[in-house]
Every structure is written in C-alpha cells, then in structure tokens.
C-alpha cells in the first residue's frame, strides 16, 4: 500500500530541519510492506523552509515537495490530497503536524491500525493513553473538550472521543469521494468536514491514543477567528445533512392540513371517527408521496433501482399501511377510554383531533422516515455515490 504522509508547512524551517532526518532514517524504516512517500505541501514560507527540504531531495527519493499559495491549513491539505491522489497514486494518506506537537513515533502506531482492518485511523487525545499539553491553561483545555463535545452532540457521532484532531491516516478509496473543493472551511476546522463526510460513507473508524504536545518552534496557529469557524462548520453539516429531514417535516406539515380536512369530511359524510381516520391517513399519504417523490426525495432519481413511478407509489402505500393501523388502533382505544370528545377546561374537543397529535409525532413520523429513507427511495445507497452525486441536503 502506498501511504503519503502530507507535511502542511508555512515557516517551519527549523523544525523540518529536524523532523525529515528523524521520519527518514528512524520513524520510516519501521514500517514494513508499505510504500511511504512524505510530501511537503509549503505555502511559499518566507523563512525558506522549501529551500530546507529541497536540500534532502536528493538524499531521499520518497520527498516530494508541493508549493502554492497560503490559504489557509485547510487549503494546503486538500492541495496535498489532490496531489497525493492524482499524482502520485495513495492507497492513503496521513495527515500530519510539522511543528512536534504530533509525536513522529506514533505514525507506525496509526499504519498498525490500518493494517489491522481500519479504513480511517484517528490519533486521539480523549481516549484512555492519550493526552493533552500539560502547560495549557484551564481555559484551553476547557474550550478543547468542550469543541469536541459540542461537535458530537450536534453531528450525533458519539462513536468517536476525538473529533478535532489533526492527525490521521485515511484511505483514499473514502477520500475520493469526498467533495473538498467544497469544503466548509479552509482553516483548522477542514478537518471535521472530512471526518463527517468520510463516516458518513461507512468508513471503519479507529482511534490509537497519542500524547498531544506543546510547539517546540514558533507559536501556536490557532486563533479565535478558527473557533467561530469550528463552531460554523459544525453547524453547517447538521443544516446540510438536516435539510432532507427539514423538507420531510413541511411535507408532513401539510400532510396533516390535508389529512385533517379529508378526515373530517368523511366523519360528516357519515363514516364512523376510526374509519375516518384511515380516510385522512391515506390521503394523507398519497399527497406525502407526490410531494416527497418530487422534492424530498429528487436527489435520488439517479439509483437504478429506485424503479417506476407507479411501482413506488403501490410499495410507498404497502409499507405505510402500518402508518394507517397505528393511526386507526390510536383513535380506537383513545375513543374506548375517552369516548368520543374529551372535555378540557371548558372546551369538549374531539378525541380523534386530540389523539392525532401525539401519534403522528412520535409514531407516524419516526416509522415513516425510517421507511422512506430504507425502503422506498433507499438513501442509503447515496453514500456510496461519486461526489458529485453526492447530495448536498
């Protein structure tokens, strides 16, 4: 396998001096049956750092350097990734920190995980044998576990103890299909955008704990402006990956307007409130459908197997049927202990309207998403896709 360990640098000419002999003749030499290549992505450092790894070319064949612009942390590993990918043909990729705060003697660590069955491999401080500089203050640290849990809690990926670490080994069979010309963020906060996109493919994830360290040259490059960008990318994913679920709930919205009169007007046509019920529910469903077909769910008019119009609307009213037993049996037993109407304050309000509402919200809905998203337009298999296939909502 042909791993590319990508070194971002902007000044950090001292510590190239020392980090590419000790990665070359003693980190290097450790790993077995792998091609590893180092690519140093420079972002036109006026210290000469290029000049720095120009001078060890010749020593070793396997350095690669890559100049261009700086915008950002960001921008240079995803100006890394595309070269790694394109140019020189990776399996995988590392990312990896030029100023000593990643340790060099865990990258053998990261490759074990890989060989092992891992697909992306996280060098984590929040995992029992990890850890953080002990010279942070308590309001770095604080910020740190607080970033990181923020980022879990909102993007539901509690599967993972280090979400904003910079040091990682991914296969690029994932990477690919990764849209990081479009990505979030050009700073620090990249990082979380690809972490997400690449578990969102079903990518096996493991975390090996590594101690986290204080530069040793120059001064720390993040500054508040990156943790509003942290905190905005984060955001941006769950809206991005929440848009589909925000569509399907005003669908539902007026999925109900539509449900409630067709209900309604059946029970004075004379039926009786049960069967009512079942009335408004498949109309409900019907009009869901068109709806969720044409907007919802568009972006899934190039699976194969989505099949013809009709054929989804028969499997979308065959798996739904349970939407309308649930609904029936609610009004039923609702109206069997409550009767008809049940009085509040001074009000006596019909037992199907007022049972309607927690049934759709916590039955109907979940039940019906779930089945959308499996069965009839089967998002799942969007995962999969190329990125430009890739949804973004």
Do not use: C
């Not at 194969?304 to 649930?326: D, M, Y």
């Not at 039923?332 to 001074?346: D, K, N, Q, V, W």
């Amino acid at each position: 396998m042909k791993i590319v360990v990508i070194l971002p640098t902007y000044n950090e000419r001292e510590n190239v001096k020392k980090l590419i002999p000790l990665l070359e003749e003693e980190i290097f030499p450790q790993i077995h049956h792998h091609d590893i290549q180092l690519l140093v992505v420079d972002d036109n450092s006026p210290d000469g750092t290029a000049d720095e790894v120009k001078a060890f070319l010749e020593k070793w064949k396997n350095i690669h350097l890559l100049s261009g612009e700086k915008k950002g942390l960001g921008a240079a590993y995803v100006r890394g990734m595309h070269y790694a990918m394109d140019k020189m043909h990776a399996d995988a990729v590392m990312e990896f920190d030029s100023d000593f705060q990643h340790d060099p003697h865990d990258i053998p660590r990261l490759v074990n995980a890989m060989d092992e069955g891992a697909d992306y491999v996280i060098g984590s401080r929040y995992v029992p044998g990890g850890g953080i500089p002990k010279e942070w203050g308590i309001h770095r640290k604080i910020i740190s576990k607080f970033g990181g849990l923020f980022a879990q809690i909102v993007l539901w990926r509690f599967n993972v103890h280090d979400m904003t670490s910079g040091f990682k080994l991914t296969k690029t069979s994932f990477l690919k299909n990764v849209d990081l010309d479009h990505l979030y963020s050009k700073y620090y906060a990249y990082k979380m955008h690809i972490l997400h996109d690449v578990l969102r493919q079903g990518a096996k994830v493991t975390e090996v704990p590594i101690i986290f360290y204080e530069r040793k040259e120059g001064s720390s490059k993040i500054t508040r402006k990156d943790l509003f960008d942290s905190f905005w990318v984060v955001i941006r994913l769950r809206l991005r990956d929440s848009a589909r679920f925000i569509k399907f709930l005003f669908v539902g919205g007026t999925g109900f307007i539509v449900q409630l009169t067709a209900q309604e007007t059946a029970v004075k046509l004379g039926t009786s409130h049960p069967t009512g019920v079942a009335i408004g529910a498949e109309t409900a469903i019907i009009s869901n459908f068109l709806f969720n077909n044409f907007w919802t769910f568009s972006d899934t008019h190039h699976l194969k197997h989505r099949g013809n119009f009709f054929v989804r609307l028969i499997k979308f009213n065959i798996a739904s049927f349970a939407a309308i037993i649930i609904q029936y049996l609610a009004d039923f037993i609702a109206e069997l202990f409550f009767g008809p109407t049940i009085h509040f304050l001074s009000f006596a309000l019909p037992t199907r309207i007022i049972i309607l509402f927690p049934t759709i919200i916590f039955l109907v809905i979940p039940l019906n998403y779930l089945i959308y998203n499996k069965i009839i337009w089967k998002t799942q298999d969007l995962k999969k896709a190329k990125p430009a296939e890739v949804p973004t909502s």
